[in-house]
C-alpha cells in the first residue's frame, strides 16, 4: 500500500506548482459524484483556495439524484465550491439538430451515450476559459489502459493528479482521506444511462483489470476481453497525427 500522507503531499505540491507555472487563477473540474472526480476534487481544494465543481447532469435519472447527491456530500465534506448546470435541454436539442440534418445517418446509441461527456468537457472549459483556471481531469490508470473514457470528453484536461492510480488506491486514498462513504460504497459508474456500471459495461473487473496490468496473468477469458479492448482503442492514447510530423 502507498504511504498516503506522503502521496498527499507530493500531489498538493505538484498541483501548486502547475497554478505557479501557468499562471493560472485556479481549477475547475466535473463533480460527477463518482470515487475519481471526488480524489481530484479534494486534492485540488488542498492545493488550492480556487476551485470549482460544476454538477452536470445529463439525460440520466440517476444524475439527478444518488450523483448529485453524492457530488454535493464531498463538496460539503471538503469545503469545495459548486455549480450546476443542466445539459439535459442541450443534449437534446444537439440530438434533433443531426436527426434533422440531411445526409446524416441515425446516431448510433453509443455515439449518443458519448455526447454526454463531450458536452460536459465543453462546459467545464467554458467556464475554466472565463476563470482563468485549469481544468482538472478525473480518469483513474485501470480505465485508461482499458480505454474506458470519452476521446475528447472526460479524456480532456490540462493536468490529471490521480492518473497513475489504479481503483484499489483510488479506494484507499479516500478512506485515507476520510471521503464520505457513500462515495466508497457505491458501484463506479460513468452515468451514461439508467443502471449503467462500469465493471459491466467493460465486461471485466477492476480487480481482474490490476491483475493483469501488474503480472500479465488472469483467467482466459479475462485476458482476451482486457488486451482486445487494450487493442482497440490505442487511437485513444495515443497523440494526434499530423501530416509532416508522424
Not at 502547475?18 to 479534494?42: F, M, P, R, T
Not at 441515425?106 to 472549459?125: D, F, Q, S, W
Not at 482521506?177 to 458501484?187: D, H, N, R, V, W
Not at 449503467?196 to 476481453?225: L, N, S, W
Amino acid at each position: 500500500m502507498r504511504d498516503y500522507k506522503k502521496e498527499l503531499e507530493k500531489r498538493v505540491a505538484w498541483i501548486q506548482a502547475l497554478l505557479a507555472e501557468s499562471g493560472a487563477k485556479g481549477i475547475v473540474y466535473g463533480n460527477s459524484g463518482g470515487k475519481d472526480s471526488a480524489l481530484a476534487g479534494i486534492l485540488c481544494r488542498k492545493a488550492c483556495d480556487n476551485v470549482l465543481g460544476i454538477i452536470m447532469p445529463c439525460g440520466s435519472k440517476q444524475n439527478y439524484n444518488s450523483d448529485r447527491e453524492d457530488a454535493l456530500a464531498v463538496a460539503r465534506a471538503f469545503d469545495i465550491p459548486v455549480t450546476q448546470v443542466d445539459l439535459t435541454a442541450a443534449r437534446d436539442a444537439l440530438l434533433a439538430a443531426l436527426g434533422e440534418a440531411e445526409g446524416v445517418d441515425a446516431i448510433a446509441n453509443m455515439a449518443k451515450a458519448n455526447i454526454n461527456p463531450r458536452l460536459r468537457m465543453a462546459t467545464v472549459y467554458a467556464v475554466a476559459q472565463t476563470r482563468g483556471a485549469l481544468v482538472c481531469g478525473t480518469g483513474n490508470k485501470d480505465e485508461a489502459y482499458m480505454g474506458y473514457f470519452t476521446k475528447w470528453g472526460d479524456g480532456a484536461y490540462d493536468f490529471n493528479p490521480i492518473g497513475d492510480l489504479t481503483v484499489t488506491e483510488i479506494y484507499e486514498f479516500l478512506r485515507y482521506l476520510g471521503a464520505p462513504a457513500s462515495i466508497i460504497e457505491k458501484a463506479p459508474s460513468a452515468g451514461l444511462f439508467e443502471g449503467q456500471t462500469d465493471e459491466k459495461e467493460m465486461g471485466v473487473t477492476y480487480v481482474a483489470i490490476e491483475k493483469y496490468m501488474q503480472t500479465g496473468e488472469g483467467t482466459p477469458e479475462d485476458v482476451a476481453k482486457i488486451q482486445r479492448a487494450h487493442a482497440a482503442t490505442a487511437h485513444k492514447r495515443a497523440p494526434q497525427k499530423v501530416y509532416g510530423r508522424d
